[in-house]
Nanobody, 121 residues
Framework: QVQLVESGGGLVQTGRSLRLSCAASGNIFHISNMRWHRQVPGKQREMVASITSDGTTNYADSVKGRFTISRDNVKNTAYLQMSSLKPEDTAVYYC???????????????WGRGTQVTVSS
């Protein structure tokens, strides 16, 4: 059994920064793609950033230049450094990953439970 746990959310003022973490645990052999998504009540979940196992990144236009995704493959952890935060960044942020277990089985689109980020104006 593998799981993802997000942390680092909270309440911040406009223009400030936050760093989210996503820790994967369990019987893990390898993690390929890791992603951050966010969701506002009543709206579709949107992908914010992604990173491959070799470090290739991709960002939504709305966060380019402000957010940075990174990962530590030894710790099986992904990070999302969020800077110049805006009220419209307020959402629940979810981590998502494709994981190969120790049994060499793939778990695609494994989700964490999310962490709330609230940006006050």
């Amino acid at each position: 059994q593998v799981q993802l746990v997000e942390s680092g959310g909270g309440l911040v003022q406009t223009g400030r920064s936050l760093r989210l973490s996503c820790a994967a645990s369990g019987n893990i052999f390898h993690i390929s793609n890791m992603r951050w998504h966010r969701q506002v009540p009543g709206k579709q979940r949107e992908m914010v950033a992604s990173i491959t196992s070799d470090g290739t990144t991709n960002y939504a236009d709305s966060v380019k230049g402000r957010f940075t995704i990174s990962r530590d493959n030894v710790k099986n952890t992904a990070y999302l450094q969020m800077s110049s935060l805006k009220p419209e960044d307020t959402a629940v942020y979810y981590c998502n990953a494709d994981i190969e277990t120790g049994e060499r089985r793939w778990v695609f689109d494994k989700w964490g439970r999310g962490t709330q980020v609230t940006v006050s104006s």
